[in-house]
């Protein structure tokens, strides 16, 4: 049974305009939450996590936000490069981040210029 | 960037035969994952470890084997190589299992089994 889901497996946005990136999860432990971006021939590389106690983080272009009460965080990316292009993995962890990471099957992104 | 090596980065291997990958990492970090990832699977954990002959098994363990008698490596092997196997296999790291900065992952081992 999946517990990290990636639903839409690609998305294409233009370049300038935003990019959300969704991820639902089942398990109700998991509390720390995290994105990972991945380019071809490349491993993953971390982007930006949020822990449950938080409903949005911050860091430059890129938001996590999440809805504990819908079991449900999205990726905003704004405004949306070229080089953003690539595949963006969800991933989650139960009891503070001490738990392994279980992740998605990640989403395709493709930002056209 | 951490120093996270994976050896070989390609490999083509015939049906049956045993592989091993190398990981090998220069940050004296205690946790040490694989993972395989799939098409429409995403990365899928197949064993850690936490700490040197300390390894416990990940989602799908069955026909692999790990081992790690070193901090520095951790050596995931396919006792008898299946075409399900044909995969591409990433190694992580971490500094301790608090997810800060999740963890840093390796560039990954192209596994073809023929």
């Known amino acids: 049974d999946q517990q990290v889901k990636q639903n839409s497996p690609s998305l294409s946005v233009q370049e300038g305009r935003i990019s959300i990136l969704n991820c639902d999860y089942t398990?109700?432990?998991?509390?720390?939450f995290l994105w990972y971006k991945k380019y071809p021939a490349e491993g993953p590389t971390f982007l930006i996590s949020?822990?449950?106690?938080?409903d949005k983080n911050e860091d430059g272009r890129f938001t996590v936000f999440l809805n504990k009460s819908a079991k449900h965080l999205s990726l905003h990316i704004v405004p949306s490069q070229p080089g953003d292009s690539a595949v963006y993995f969800c991933?989650?962890?139960?009891?503070?981040?001490?738990?392994?990471?279980?992740f998605g099957k990640g989403t395709k992104l493709t930002v056209n210029p | 960037d951490a120093g996270i090596t994976q050896s070989p980065r390609h490999k083509v291997t015939e049906t049956g035969t045993p592989v091993t990958l190398r990981c090998h990492q220069t940050?004296?970090?205690?946790?040490m994952y694989w993972y395989r990832q799939d098409p429409g699977h995403g990365l899928r954990l197949i064993h850690y470890?936490?700490?040197?002959?300390?390894?416990d098994k990940g989602e799908v363990s069955d026909g692999y084997s790990v081992s790690r008698s070193k901090t520095e490596d951790f050596l995931l092997t396919l006792e008898s190589a299946t075409s399900s196997q044909t995969s591409v296999y990433f190694c992580?790291?971490?500094?301790?299992?608090?997810?800060?900065?999740?963890?840093?992952f390796g560039s990954g081992t192209r596994l073809t089994v023929v």
């Open positions: 940050e004296n970090h205690r946790y």
């Open positions: 949020i822990s449950s106690i938080k």
């Open positions: 470890s936490y700490g040197v002959k300390d390894t």
């Open positions: 991933a989650a962890s139960a009891q503070g981040g001490s738990e392994k990471l279980v």
């Open positions: 992580a790291i971490s500094e301790n299992e608090i997810m800060t900065y999740g963890y840093t």
């Open positions: 398990n109700s432990m998991f509390d720390y």
